[in-house]
């Protein structure tokens, strides 16, 4: 029955991130092993969105550690944990919290054993700033710990980019890389503080390898060029070449910004999801005061009160005019979205 729930769900987000995303372009899928246990290492810039597309994209059904925050609410902490999330917990939660860890990194070796996939974000949290930030060491922990419970476990690491052009906006576009495997029983022969400060320094490079990595002490000059030559940040590899001086500035001059035609499915689209739209705008949107949550609240509207909207219209049709003019509204829609989302 949970495997039923899970693929509902995942086809559900798969179906709302296809009308809210432009494009998501998936590389190296191939890479991740599909009865192996694996432990995959993100990138965090985009709040739950960053797990949504790992989540739709990767193939299998991860677990996934998430911030103890969020779970507070007892209906909420049901629904996430049916969804293979599992909270964290952080200083800011409180101290008298942080021992939580051990039994949650417990939970991991455990579903690590099963041959199950885990995803953390061990950047620890989530900014736009195009940059990897230094990472925490939550995940060796459980990476050592699940090898020192279950010698015997062929554990898998495979670190991922994830890249948006404008991730707080609506139609961005999207890139997510799956990099090469990794082996944890690797690094288990060495001294265990040596192979923590070593597989923390691999799996940084081979992040930043993989998503755009703008150094702090040339952010500001670095991200202004960029900015200046309407770079496609969805392609890192073009833009790492450019940096080092590798590349050319045609490689990666590819991003087109919206043109007049755009703009004017996108007013038809407002104007068709009018109350949906107003609800964000004066509503939600206010309340949102970190900027890397505005993409996931406005997700969150697309997918509850957008359906709800179009199934009020078309049934208020239905009664007036009959189910074929129902049915072409509903059908309207669906087409006017992918035009303004498309284009």
């Not at 989530?126 to 990472?135: G, M, Q």
């Not at 005061?289 to 993409?295: A, L, R, T, Y």
Request: with cysteine.
């Amino acid at each position: 029955m949970n495997k039923i729930w899970l693929h509902s769900v995942r086809l559900y987000i798969k179906i709302g991130l296809f009308f809210y995303y432009k494009k998501i372009d998936v590389f190296n899928a191939e890479n991740i092993p599909k009865n192996k246990p694996l432990l995959l290492l993100s990138n965090h810039q985009n709040a739950l969105l960053d797990a949504l597309i790992i989540g739709t994209q990767s193939g299998r059904f991860p677990y996934f550690l998430t911030r103890a925050a969020v779970f507070k609410k007892p209906l909420v902490d049901k629904i996430l944990r049916s969804l293979q999330m599992l909270p964290v917990y952080r200083i800011r939660d409180g101290w008298n919290t942080i021992n939580n860890n051990k039994a949650i990194f417990e939970a991991c070796s455990g579903i690590l054993n099963k041959n199950e996939m885990v995803a953390i974000f061990p950047e620890g949290n989530h900014n736009l700033k195009r940059t990897v930030r230094p990472l925490s060491k939550g995940f060796t922990r459980i990476v050592f710990d699940t090898l020192d419970t279950y010698p015997d476990i062929d554990l898998q690491l495979i670190p991922v980019g994830l890249n948006y052009q404008h991730a707080e906006q609506f139609g961005d576009s999207a890139s997510l890389y799956f990099g090469d495997t990794i082996r944890a029983k690797d690094y288990a022969s060495e001294k265990r503080n040596e192979a923590v400060i070593n597989l923390k320094t691999k799996i940084h490079s081979e992040i930043s390898k993989l998503t755009i990595h703008i150094p702090t002490e040339t952010y500001t000059k670095t991200i202004m060029k960029l900015n200046d030559l309407n770079v496609s940040f969805t392609n890192p590899k073009a833009i790492h070449d450019f940096l080092e001086n590798r590349g050319t500035s045609s490689e990666i001059n590819t991003y087109t910004k919206p043109a007049l035609l755009k703009s004017g499915l996108k007013f038809l689209l407002i104007c068709n999801l009018i109350l949906p739209y107003l609800v964000w705008k004066f509503i939600a949107q206010p309340k949102v005061s970190d900027v890397e949550f505005i993409g996931t609240f406005r997700f969150a509207i697309a997918i509850t009160l957008v359906p709800i909207w179009l199934l009020a219209v078309s049934g208020i049709i239905f009664a007036a005019f009959g189910w074929q003019i129902a049915l072409g509204y509903i059908l309207g829609s669906l087409f006017l979205a992918l035009l303004a989302v498309k284009t």
